[in-house]
């Protein structure tokens, strides 16, 4: 039970800074309305064009914290979210097969402890914020089936064979290598969705999100690389599952793995995947359900959300 007060404890001292804040967000769905909506790109395609508001912007990076939450609570503490963070509109579903990680590294397990209070964290921040416009948690697959999201992204970037799963809490390596799919994607989704948002105020809040999932995601990839010096293949891991995402999110290279080269052993580090001038890669909301829904073609679900995300943006792009 100690890691379950020790993820309780931390939440709720991002409560009570969470609590100062509070009128600021109050009232969402209202200015947001008076905000108006603006055109934004459809996500299957650039010719047809779809009117979104902030609201809808946010509930779509509330399905990707649902997701997030569910996965690093359980690996943590072998608990989902509480019941009080799942409700809201279109269809609720369940998050399925998660479990604790028995981590033999301790700062492995500190660090799983602390992002998993920072993104249950982020599911109440924005349930609050959207007010009565809040989509439920949709059903969400983070299991070990040979079938499910996980396996399916494993045997993508060819680290299991046919028939094989992958089961990300088997191990410290396992659970770092599965954050590691999420936590790039998060990145680059906030960042895309970023000069969206038309009100300053969640326009502020959407960047404080970012730079905490930036901070997650840079110390992902740094424990990696640490434990690829002494274990190569997961180097190669890293390369591997950064070019099966580039293979579902279009033609372009929004990703990079663990080294500048692209052969295990590089004696160079890649913690943070840039461009050419210093700048983080962005993905619209289209590549970034790409990834999630494990699919390069414009579908409305499947891979880590089964039945899709709820709200308005829920179709993955074409590519």
Not at 89 to 98: D, K, M, Y
Not at 180 to 191: L, P, R, S
């Amino acid at each position: 039970m100690t890691d379950e007060y020790e993820v309780v404890d931390a939440l709720e001292k991002r409560e009570q800074r969470r609590v100062r804040r509070r009128d600021l967000f109050s009232g969402f769905a209202a200015a947001s309305t008076a905000a108006g909506g603006f055109v934004l790109a459809n996500q299957a395609g650039p010719v047809m064009a779809q009117s979104v508001s902030d609201a809808d912007i946010l509930n779509f990076a509330l399905n990707l914290e649902y997701l997030e939450a569910q996965f690093y609570v359980q690996a943590a503490t072998g608990m989902g979210l509480p019941e009080n963070l799942l409700g809201g509109s279109g269809t609720r579903g369940q998050a399925t097969g998660g479990r604790r990680v028995n981590f033999t590294d301790t700062a492995v397990a500190q660090y799983a402890r602390e992002i998993a209070a920072d993104e249950q964290a982020h599911v109440a921040f924005l349930r609050q914020a959207l007010g009565s416009a809040v989509v439920a948690q949709p059903t969400i697959d983070i299991g070990t089936s040979p079938t499910g999201a996980f396996s399916t992204a494993a045997r993508a970037a060819g680290l299991i064979g046919p028939g094989q799963s992958f089961d990300p809490y088997a191990n410290d390596e396992n659970f770092l290598l599965a954050a590691y799919i999420f936590e790039d994607v998060g990145v680059t989704a906030y960042k895309g969705a970023s000069p969206l948002i038309s009100n300053a105020t969640f326009l502020e809040a959407a960047a404080g999100i970012l730079a905490v999932e930036a901070y997650h995601a840079s110390l992902v990839r740094t424990t990696l690389y640490a434990k690829g010096l002494q274990t190569p293949s997961l180097i190669d891991a890293s390369i591997a599952i950064s070019n099966a995402r580039d293979s579902l999110d279009g033609q372009s290279d929004l990703d990079q793995g663990l080294t500048t080269s692209r052969m295990s052993g590089g004696v160079a580090s890649n913690i943070a995947p840039l461009d050419e001038n210093g700048i983080a890669f962005s993905r619209s909301a289209g590549q970034v359900l790409n990834i999630v829904y494990l699919n390069n073609m414009a579908v409305t679900g499947g891979g880590f959300f089964p039945n899709g995300v709820n709200g308005t943006l829920r179709m993955s792009a074409s590519n």
